[in-house]
């Protein structure tokens, strides 16, 4: 008892449940505290000394049952931005072994797919959430058991409905006997079952298919996210795209001369991606204006160069960021799309690896995008759009000759960037991307 005290007096926390669990005595007349006097209040007023509630909250996972210690899988923390999301999928099922840091669900957010992992080794004894549900950082989503795998759990619903099915066998038996009596009744002629005849409609009614061959579906929060978002910048900015072409002669030679090298050097292939990321680079260094943002009544201009980089997943679209691209050789771009490109597949990239962004870059030509108008990332004021490469017939020094073209367009916030500014912009990418030697001399 005295060691039992002791534990108490180091506790306060456990020294309240302590005191709640012994409702049913009258006064308390223990010394629990050291070199404070005897107590000898009633339990409701020693319990009201006690704080009601704490202001922080702790989640715990740990639970103990009769066969053996249980664990509960709560949501992680999603992020600063992100305060709930939807319970997408389940990846096990109830009796399935997992294993520490495991996942056993996904979360789908506004932005990414957060996997919910199992916090101790053991069995799925049972899911506490059901898919499709919103849940906040903390919701319980399932309850991990440390006992055998063998061990099987049978959820209180079900055991409700094996018991109550053997009851309905009665009513069964009932009505196999009364269809074995002879019915006394006279036998009613049935009247001949009059087919209604549809309406006719008239000729300019469309015709709707029928809603069976329809089928409705809750929209993931993702594409959600990113419907709102592009009806927003729709909305907000005063969009206007301008076009130019760009001969890839020379990209593409540099990148087939030393491809090789490249490779056995940095470890990664040279792509097209880098050379544009570098000519976007030169391009908002020269116009400054493409790289500011409207905040109100000001005009916000970036002293850094973060590009955007538009990823299409299955999910929807990501845009990871390159941070300080401005700071960046082409090995170092290349390594960094690589990576973001993965995570973004993978659907491991982070809230973090998405946020800000001061320009993007939306290459649509590995789909075969020929031309389009892309619509600016909020809360960025510009977007440049590759589209693929169509050989097409030239002039070049008066002779017809066929070459690689592929159409770029920029699409801007015409309320704060002119028609002059994105045109010089558009043809500042053109000449480093026909010529990269521009690069190496700064020209």
Request: hydrophobic residues 40%.
């Amino acid at each position: 008892m005295a060691s039992n005290l002791g534990r108490l007096i180091r506790r306060p926390v456990a020294t309240l449940f302590f005191l709640r669990s012994c409702r049913h005595v009258r006064n308390f007349s223990h010394q629990i505290f050291p070199g404070g006097p005897i107590c000898q209040k009633s339990a409701r007023e020693l319990l009201g000394s006690f704080p009601k509630d704490s202001p922080y909250r702790v989640w715990t996972r740990l639970l103990s049952a009769d066969s053996g210690d249980l664990f509960e899988a709560v949501v992680p923390f999603m992020g600063e931005s992100i305060t709930d999301g939807t319970l997408a999928t389940f990846l096990k099922k109830p009796g399935d072994r997992v294993e520490v840091d495991e996942p056993i669900a996904q979360v789908e957010t506004d932005k990414v797919t957060i996997d919910v992992a199992s916090p101790e080794a053991g069995v799925i004894q049972k899911f506490v959430a059901n898919e499709g549900d919103t849940v906040m950082p903390g919701t319980k989503v399932a309850v991990i058991s440390k006992s055998a795998a063998g061990d099987t759990h049978v959820a209180p619903s079900e055991e409700k409905s094996s018991q109550e099915a053997p009851q309905a066998s009665p009513p069964e038996k009932k009505q196999k006997v009364d269809k074995g009596k002879p019915k006394a009744e006279a036998p009613i002629k049935e009247q001949p079952k009059q087919v209604p005849v549809p309406p006719k409609s008239s000729a300019s009614e469309p015709q709707l298919p029928p809603k069976e061959r329809e089928r409705r579906v809750p929209m993931p929060r993702l594409r959600l996210r990113i419907a709102t978002r592009l009806k927003d910048s729709q909305n907000t900015y005063a969009m206007l795209t301008t076009f130019n072409e760009v001969d890839m002669t020379n990209l593409m030679k540099l990148r087939s001369d030393y491809k090789d090298a490249f490779v056995e050097k940095h470890g990664v292939k040279l792509g097209l991606m880098s050379g544009f990321v570098k000519a976007a680079v030169t391009g908002l260094q020269s116009q400054p204006i493409i790289n500011a943002v409207i905040d109100g009544g000001d005009i916000i201009y970036r002293e850094y160069v973060d590009i955007s980089i538009a990823v299409g997943t299955p999910k929807g679209l990501v845009v990871p960021v390159i941070r300080n691209a401005d700071k960046m050789n082409f090995a170092d771009i290349e390594k960094e799309i690589n990576t973001l490109a993965r995570k973004a597949s993978d659907g491991t990239i982070s809230i973090d690896e998405m946020a800000g962004g001061s320009f993007t870059i939306s290459n649509g030509g590995v789909y075969g995008s020929l031309l389009s108008t892309p619509i600016i990332n909020p809360p960025q004021s510009a977007i440049l759009g590759m589209h693929s490469i169509v050989s097409r017939p030239m002039v070049v020094d008066g002779n017809v000759v066929p070459r690689p073209m592929m159409y770029i367009a920029l699409t801007y916030d015409h309320r704060l960037i002119d028609g002059r500014e994105a045109v010089f912009f558009l043809r500042r990418i053109k000449d480093v991307v026909e010529d990269p030697r521009r690069l190496l001399l700064d020209l």
